[in-house]
């Protein structure tokens, strides 16, 4: 990792660290170039896009528990969209671009998506949105409610 990372020590640690080679042979083609890369789905193309059912959203790289689908929202942004995350799983900092807030698994450090605000969304009740967790399919998987 860049010298970046060790600017990030004020935040939780990562607890997962594996090699680039080890990340290769354990995530797909496609979640490699999202979670380790950056790298973004297409807009509109992800499996969780339109997906509304009741359970967990983990990190397709780690398993750990990243959303409650109970915050999750239509955002008509093309990517899923969660108002906030569970607890102190999603990690923040600054994106390569300088301007935008980058999301990551706060346990691997895997790319998630990036952070949102002030876009006057509303919830289903009306409730305005202060921030949208705009969050790449890939690098999500979904825990059905049992
Ligand atoms: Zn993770």
Not at 18 to 37: C, F, G, M
Not at 66 to 80: A, E, V
Request: aromatic content about 8%; proline content about 2%; overall charge neutral.
């Amino acid at each position: 990792m860049s010298a970046l990372s060790d600017n990030q020590q004020q935040c939780k640690p990562s607890t997962v660290n594996l090699s680039d080679a080890e990340w290769k042979k354990k995530l797909t083609s496609k979640q490699y170039r999202i979670l380790r890369q950056k790298d973004t789905e297409y807009p509109g193309t992800g499996e969780y896009n339109k997906h509304f059912e009741i359970g967990i959203y983990k990190c397709a790289g780690c398993g750990q528990e990243l959303y409650d689908s109970s915050t999750k929202f239509d955002s008509h942004c093309g990517w899923p969209a969660f108002s906030s995350s569970i607890d102190t799983s999603v990690r923040r900092q600054m994106d390569v671009d300088g301007y935008r807030e980058e999301i990551l698994c706060a346990n691997c450090d895997g790319h998630l998506g990036h952070v949102f605000r002030g876009e006057g969304l509303r919830d289903v009740n009306g409730k305005i949105i202060q921030e949208r967790h705009c969050v790449n399919s890939v690098s999500l998987k979904f825990d059905k409610k049992q």
